[in-house]
């Protein structure tokens, strides 16, 4: 319990640090974002909305406490204001209708990479030098070496424009009505392989190669020799024994996982024309769309802590050491 | 990161010898000189760019889309400047900005975990807390944000990127350092009065430097890659030739609609054989220290470093 609320309190601690940083960033930054945003809107924003915008971005004359003091309270009763591109939606729900496909095209893709690479991992530890642990690493880093964004062009490019297997732009197709039917489900999922599987991809390798080098520690472990000399089978030594144990740092790596989910997704989002969190975040900074970037961000930060806060917690129950420090 | 623990039988008198098996280990090492020989390579393009084409690389010189041939080896751009061209040069950037990015962010890592590391207590309450909020807070979207506020040019990509990677070299040379920090040798420096500068850049630093080169090559295949995907987002200064900002283009202008795979393959290959080149070397460093990880060739070594 203890452990758990001091980590709480550190998550506490990263969370006033980015709200702190979305505060003072546009203060400090030369130029005045609401006078570009205003010469973007033209007409849209009355004067009493700039006024509000003003105040919300820090650029009036108050003193700088108490413009932080009213910062903070309005994150806290949820009160983002209003997005300037697609005016006169409010940021909080522009966001809402966005966050579910970042999470489930990060989601996705964090799960089946974890899996595969961790099995791969095991396996190629437990052969050592066999077919998977000499030629799959190498070749899972040289993939993991590009950019992801430019495997995902690729990707695009042979599956989508040469083959014309997947679609290449977009969530679901246009003027599909989202909605739980077979249709619909079938079409998102048409959409998700080539996003999906670009992040699968780059990110599988480092997962066989974190669980490899552990699951190599583990096999020297005396317990390990002791399950052979009991003469179980080697596929429960390898998978109850030596694989559990060798997990601890994959559930830490799932944590830092879950991070990548909400904010590592963008650049693939962006080749995607996928409408997440991510690609919304470049259209706001294109749009100079200061209120719907401060939102994301903010939004983005608070999922990646609660996610690693929970496999904070998740950890806690697995190891039994951690309680004891 | 197991180094200390590998040098510990010998004398302490050892350990604080530069060691020269690590460098032999590392020029024996196949990987490493595959990985050295690429980027020297890459260097050498880059220092040669001007050289082998002359003049500014964004400059229109062709037909617009030519696919590669004698005249454009790569073909040409969508606007009918000559990829190869541009490819070249933009090794420039992209390496200068790399090597800075990476060389900032290990120094910053260096100070604050041997700070941390020396110092422990409320310094280093502080200076892990700072890290471990800077390692969670998520990269990229910090990167667009920072990006969008600040003018574009190349300073600022270089600052928006040492800001955001300095966090991850502070955690592992941090903890490095705290075991170095609890050998007997340190403890003698310590005693005999020697100053905390000294102690922590004489004494406890030449010990991690394999540590430190790890970090390094991870810095830099940070940077460059980082650097790609903020500018392929038009987040850096468009202006200048580099393989990001070439993707950029090779996106803006459709290059994968129209079918011109010749505009954006090669500044990708390029990032990511440099990538793969620093990532080889940094895997032979740690299969130099760390036998653990050492392939299994001749069967006398086999069971030795397979059982311990």
Known sequence: MRFILRRLGFYLIAFWASITLNFLLPRFMPGDPVSRMFARSQDRMQPEQIEALRKLLGVDDRPLLEQYTDYLHNIFTGQMGVSISRFPTPVTEVISSQIGWTLLLGGTALVIAAVAGNLLGILAAWRRGGAIDSALPPLLVFIGSFPYFWLAMGALYLFGVVLNWFPIRHAFTDGLEPGFTWEFIGDAGAHLVLPALTIVLVSVGGWMLGMRNTMIATNSEDYITMAEAKGLRPGRIMLRYAARNAMLPSVTSFGMGLGFVVGGALLTEVVFAYPGVGYQLLNAVQGLDYPLMQGLFLTITAAVLLANFLVDILYVRLDPRVRSN | ?308
């Open chain 2, 1 to 308: 990161m197991t180094t200390a623990l590998l040098k510990q039988p010998t004398q302490t008198l050892a350990v604080r010898k530069p060691n020269r098996s690590f460098v032999h280990g590392l020029l024996s090492n196949k990987k490493a000189l595959t990985g050295m020989a690429v980027m020297l390579v890459f260097i050498a393009l880059a220092l040669l760019a001007p050289v082998l084409f002359p003049g500014d690389p964004s400059r229109i010189t062709a037909m617009a889309s030519l696919e590669p041939s004698a005249e454009h080896w790569l073909g040409t751009t969508a606007k009918g400047q000559d990829v190869l061209a541009l490819t070249v040069h933009g090794s420039r950037s992209s390496l200068f900005v790399g090597l800075t990015v990476g060389f900032a962010s290990t120094f910053i890592g260096i100070l604050v975990g041997l700070a941390s590391a020396y110092f422990g207590k409320f310094i280093d309450e502080a200076l892990s807390l700072a890290t471990n909020v800077f390692l969670l807070l998520p990269g990229l979207p910090l990167l667009v944000i920072l990006a969008a506020f600040l003018p574009p040019g190349l300073g600022t990509v270089i600052l928006v990127l040492v800001v955001t990677g300095w966090a991850g070299s502070a955690r592992v040379l941090r903890s490095q350092a705290l075991s170095i920090r609890s050998k007997d040798f340190v403890a003698a420096a310590v005693v005999s009065g020697e100053r905390a500068g000294r102690i922590m850049f004489r004494e406890i630093l030449p010990n991690m430097a394999s540590i430190v080169m790890g970090t390094l090559l991870a810095c830099v295949i940070y940077g460059i890659g980082a650097q790609a995907g903020l500018e392929f987002l038009g987040l850096g200064d468009v202006s200048t030739v580099s393989w990001g900002n070439n993707l950029f283009w090779a996106g803006n202008e459709g290059a994968l609609l129209t079918g011109s795979w010749w505009v954006f393959i090669p500044s990708g290959v390029c990032i990511a054989l440099v990538a793969f080149a620093l990532a080889l070397i940094n895997y032979a460093v740690d299969e130099v220290t760390n036998p653990r990880l050492r392939k299994i060739k001749t069967p006398k070594n086999t069971e030795r470093s397979a059982s311990k």
